[in-house]
Nanobody, 130 residues
C-alpha cells in the first residue's frame, strides 16, 4: 500500500519561507527502479496546479511561477523516501493547499499532469499574508 503524508504548512508573511515535507511509504527505493514525486497546489474553485517534481534519479522540474524560489529535494541523509519542497520568498499568490503525489516510473513529460499520479497525500495548507 502506498501512502503519502505532507507536513510543514502554515501561515507566514510575504517574503518568508516554508519547507514542506512529503513522506512516501510503499515505494521501496531499492525495489523499484524509478518513481516520481510531484508537488501540486490548489485554491478552492481552481484546478490543481503543478508546482514541482522530483524523479528518483534526481531530476527535477518546476513551474515557471516558482522557478528560482522553490526547490525540491530528497532526504539523502536519512529517510530517502522523504521529499522536501523548500519555498522561499513566498507571496500571497502562493496561498493554497499543497499536495504531494507519487507514482511509479520516471516523471518525464507527465510531471505536471495531475491525472498521471495515482497516489496522493491529504494536503497541507499554506497561507501567505501581505
Amino acid at each position: 500500500q502506498v501512502d503519502l503524508v505532507e507536513s510543514g504548512g502554515g501561515s507566514v508573511q510575504a517574503g518568508r519561507s516554508l519547507n514542506l515535507s512529503c513522506e512516501v511509504s510503499g515505494f521501496t527505493y531499492s525495489t523499484y527502479n524509478s518513481y516520481c514525486v510531484g508537488w501540486f497546489r490548489q485554491v478552492p474553485g481552481n484546478e490543481r496546479e503543478a508546482v514541482a517534481s522530483l524523479d528518483s534519479d534526481g531530476m527535477s522540474n518546476y513551474a515557471n511561477s516558482v522557478k528560482g524560489r522553490f526547490a525540491v529535494s530528497r532526504d539523502n541523509a536519512g529517510n530517502e523516501n522523504t521529499v522536501f519542497l523548500q519555498m522561499n520568498d513566498l507571496g500571497p499568490e502562493d496561498t493554497a493547499m499543497y499536495y504531494c503525489a507519487a507514482d511509479r516510473g520516471h516523471c518525464s513529460s507527465y510531471w505536471d499532469t495531475a491525472a498521471w499520479y495515482n497516489y496522493w497525500g491529504q494536503g497541507t495548507q499554506v497561507t501567505v499574508s501581505s
